[in-house]
C-alpha cells in the first residue's frame, strides 16, 4: 500500500491486551515472551545513546572531571559517581550491535563517538589538573606515594578483562531485555572513566608509568565489553534462529496431525499438550 513512503508507522508497546487470539498466538509462539527481541527496536534505542553529540561530550567531560577530583583526592565517591555518570556504554553497545547485524553506519557513528568523545574530555581533564598545580589544589607528588582506592586504576590485571566482560554481557541482556535498572551495576562494574581520568591526570603531573598502566586498564575494559557485548547477541541470534525453525516444525506436524487423525481429538491432543504444566 506504500504506507512508509506516503505515510509513517508507528509502533508502541501496549501496557496491557486482553484478547484470547493473543494468548493463543503467545502460546504458539516458540520461545518465551520475555525472550522475545525486536531488533529495530533494540537498534534504536542504541542508535540515540551512539551518536557524537554536545550532551554526550557533556557528560564524558563532566564524568572524568569526577574522576579527576576522585584522583586527587582519594574520594572513592567521586570515582564511583564518575563511573555511574559515564555515557560510554551507548556506543560500545553500538559497535556490538553493528558489527553483529553489518550495520556498518552504526558502528562508524558510534567509534567517532568514542574516539572524539574521550580525548576531549581527557584533554579538558588535564587542562583542568594543569591549572590545579598552580592554584595549589593539587600536589605534584601525591601520585608517586600511591592510594589503595586508586592503585587498582593503573594495575590492569588478568581480573579486568573478565570483570569488563561480564559487565558487557550483563549491559547487553539489559539492554535487549529491556531492564535498564541492570545498567548503573554495568557503569560501576566497569573502570573505563576512571582508567582515562587518571591518564590525564598522571600525564600532567609526570608519572608516565602509571599514565601507560592507565591508558591499559582502558583498552582492556572496551575491549572486554564489546567482545562480550558481540558474544550475547550472536547468542541470542543463533537461539532465535533455532526457536523459529523448531516452531516451525512444531506446527508443520501438527497439521499433519490434524490431517490424518479424528478432528476433534487432535485438537484436543494439542490444546494439552500446548497447555501450561503445574
Known sequence: MGIVKVGSVSVSEPGLVLSERVDEAEQAAPGEGADAIIWDEVEAHTGEDSKLSWSFLAFLVIALQLAGIGIVTNSTIAIVGAMVVGPEFGPLAGIALGLVNRRWALAKSSALALGVGFPVA?????????LSVPLGLVDQSFLQHGSPATEFIYHPGPY??????LAGAAGMLSLIGRKSAVLVGVFISVTTVPAAGYVAVALVLGEPAQAAGSALQLVLNLTGIIIAAVAVLVFYWCVSKISNECGFKLGL???????CCCPRLSVLCWRLYRSPRL
Open 122 to 130: 581527557m584533554a579538558v581533564t588535564a587542562g583542568a589538573a594543569w
Open 253 to 259: 506436524c501438527r497439521d499433519q496431525l490434524l490431517r
Open 160 to 165: 579486568s578483562l573478565i570483570v569488563a566482560m
